[in-house]
């Protein structure tokens, strides 16, 4: 027997197990692009030319399909690494608030808004009058980072949390957290691509203040997809996280209400929103405000396999039918506590007569001490005295008839 199968038995196992709590889109997505890699691996393709997101091609040969081909490749072993390692806690959360489908429609919307933004900083620098810099038109950029520096701040403004912590080694305000982590990657690896990641950043804080809620749908698009039967497979998967929540405009509202209409944003409130850096959030106001940044909760199929995290509703549903069975319990449990007492009621009635004629022996039943600490509670000696030789001489059951009484 090897000696460290035991050490291989746990490993396994906990990997597993890990791999287990992960959402079933943020798998899919780790494994379509670790797949991706290997492949590119293997054949030896690593030029990348015809699938990275280019400006200049996107905007001289219309080729828009560059836009959701770049962010599946990477081009190196590290860089895969990295971004997936990144993606699972990012991803895992923001799957289990919106559901699986509704991820996967961020995603896309995401990498479009990056695309844009990415185009049109790359104009402006090429054809300023001032001085022209054509380097951004021709760029070449692959990877997932992006979507990444995007759900870093839409999972940052969710959370509410004033610090963040910066690769464990110091805390900073979580306002500045993706600015300072450009910054610093920019820094640690100058090949990586500025404008990609500033473009996330900027698509990250464009959908935290509600700028895209007229491109979202609402609940009802999510749920037609998830009961069509082209996803059906999908859907009985044990990770998949099923859309769910009552808000109407099917958005995650972070900075702005829920009721703030489309037209009400473009009439002054992005102006307000813009002028902060980030949502600033209290304690007081995180409280109040929970229910409203947090529309819905997933609900996960196969809850024996996984764990469900309920609706508001749901929720709601399980607190009233737990009132109602403690309400049925407490009836359960009075009715019982009231023929015990019926019982000992009649048992101080019939002892009533011989305790009155018999007031000189009640030492032997209780002691003086006894029958001081129930008068000092305020309850009149004759009752306390018959209530003692009911009880035996037990103080908690005295007490219970005294009550009762009373």
Excluded at 101 to 121: D, G, Q
Excluded at 251 to 264: D, F, L
Excluded at 280 to 287: D, F, I, L, N, V
């Amino acid at each position: 027997m090897r000696p460290n199968i035991v050490s291989e038995a746990g490993l396994r196992t906990r990997f597993g197990q890990w791999w287990d709590n992960i959402p079933f889109l943020t798998s899919a997505v780790v494994i379509i692009c670790s797949i991706i890699y290997l492949v590119c691996l293997l054949v030896g393709y690593d030029s990348f030319v015809e699938i990275c997101f280019s400006p200049s091609a996107i905007i001289s040969q219309f080729q828009v399909y560059r836009i959701y081909t770049a962010i599946i490749f990477h081009g190196s072993l590290l860089h895969v690494l990295f971004n997936m390692m990144a993606l699972v806690p990012l991803g895992s959360e923001l799957e289990r608030i919106m559901g699986s489908v509704r991820l996967f429609y961020m995603i896309v919307l995401l990498a479009t808004s990056n695309a844009i933004f990415h185009v049109l900083i790359a104009s402006l620098v090429a054809y300023n009058p001032f001085h022209s810099y054509h380097y951004l038109m021709n760029e070449c950029a692959i990877g997932f980072s992006g979507i990444l520096f995007s759900m870093i701040v839409i999972e940052t403004s969710l959370s509410g949390a004033q610090t963040r912590s910066v690769f464990g080694l110091f805390n900073v305000p979580a306002k500045w957290y993706a600015w300072i982590l450009l910054v610093v990657f920019q820094l640690l690896m100058t090949n990586v691509s500025l404008l990609g990641h500033l473009c996330g950043i900027l698509s990250g804080f464009a959908y935290t203040y509600g700028l895209f809620n007229f491109l979202i749908p609402g609940t009802s698009f999510y749920s037609a997809i998830e009961s069509s039967s082209l996803l059906s497979s999908c859907v009985r998967r044990p990770k998949f996280i099923l859309c769910t929540g009552g808000n109407p405009q099917a958005y995650i509202p972070t900075h702005s209400s829920s009721n703030t209409s489309p037209s009400g944003l473009i009439s002054g409130n992005i102006w307000r929103n813009l002028s902060s850096w980030m949502p600033q959030r209290g304690m007081s106001t995180q409280a109040t405000q929970e229910s409203s940044r947090f529309p819905g909760r997933g609900r996960t199929l196969s809850s024996s396999q996984s764990q469900t995290t309920p609706s508001d509703s749901t929720l709601e549903a399980r607190l009233l039918d737990n009132s109602n069975l403690d309400h049925s319990l407490d009836v359960a449990a009075n009715t019982t506590q009231q023929q015990v007492l019926d019982e000992r009621r009649s048992s101080v009635d019939s002892a009533a007569a011989v305790a009155r004629g018999n007031a000189h022996h009640q030492d032997s039943l209780a002691s003086e001490e006894d029958i001081q600490k129930l008068v000092s509670m305020g309850f009149e000696r004759t009752q306390v005295e018959v209530a003692l030789a009911a009880a035996d001489g037990d103080l908690n059951i005295a007490v219970e008839i005294l009550s009762q009484q009373g």
